[in-house]
């Protein structure tokens, strides 16, 4: 069974820029969800999706969007990149309604130049 | 506001020793708690899990421990490996939290000499 797929591993945006990362979930799996992980912050939760509907945000500003799709995957985007937007982004899928085990993806190491 | 604290950031470990990682929660709606491995560049991979009902839940050389009343979790590695070094997650949420969100603590670097 193939695990959580996150595109593009690497990326690297400039100040202003906007970036859209992909996760494709394990087969089944209908809930994805998304953190930062920063050296100061630590991992940081910033949405989740089950079922093509956002059901929880964290507290990140608006720039910070996503979406998912009817085959459960999903797509995070951040607009007008800053400096501090530098991390890595990790997707995470789990199987139920009721969040049981996550399972996470490599994630995508973002930097902003 | 730390709702999740692994107050060691680091941990030293004879290889075949056992070692203890630990975690503490202030919210007391928090109901299920999991724990992950991290490699640097690398997603966590998840280790093993307990909801509050239990006390105790095991997986092979893997054990946690949950103290509700204390609110305070270990994890326990018996016997531990040189390949058990890395990051260590501890994580929460609530059962009846529908929104997929966890918690998660700064984490505890566990090194383990040969």
């Keep these: 069974k193939a695990g959580v797929t996150q595109t593009p591993r690497y990326l690297i945006k400039t100040r202003g820029q906007q970036v859209t990362l992909s996760c494709s979930p394990i087969s089944g799996h209908r809930s994805v969800s998304w953190y930062q992980q920063t ?10 999706y089950f079922s093509e509907t956002q059901r929880n945000k964290g507290n990140f500003p608006g720039r910070f969007s996503g979406r998912q799709f009817s085959n459960s995957r999903s797509e995070m985007n951040v607009s007008t990149l800053e400096l501090g937007d530098s991390a890595l982004y990790l997707c995470a899928s789990s199987q139920d309604r009721v969040l049981t085990e996550a399972f996470f993806g490599q994630g995508t190491r973002l930097t902003v130049v | 506001d730390q709702q999740v604290k692994q107050n060691s950031p680091s ?3 004879q290889e075949g020793r056992i070692s203890i990682l ?13 724990w992950y491995k991290k490699y640097p560049a690398e997603g966590p991979t ?18 946690v421990f949950l ?13 531990s490996q040189p390949g058990d070094s890395a990051v260590y997650f501890c994580a929460a949420s609530g059962l009846n939290n529908q929104g997929g969100k966890l918690i998660f603590g700064q984490g505890t670097e566990l090194s383990v000499k040969p």
Excluded: W
Aim: glycine residues 6%; hydrophobic residues 35%.
């Design chain 2, 11 to 13: 941990l030293s470990v």
């Design chain 2, 67 to 79: 103290n509700k009343s204390a609110k305070h979790l270990s994890l326990h590695i018996v016997p």
């Design chain 2, 46 to 63: 998840f280790l093993i899990s307990i909801s509050s009902i239990k006390d105790k839940n095991e997986d092979g050389r893997f054990t």
């Design chain 1, 39 to 48: 050296p100061g912050q630590g991992l940081q939760f910033l949405f989740e």
């Design chain 2, 22 to 34: 630990n975690c503490d929660y202030t919210n007391s709606m928090f109901d299920y708690f999991l």
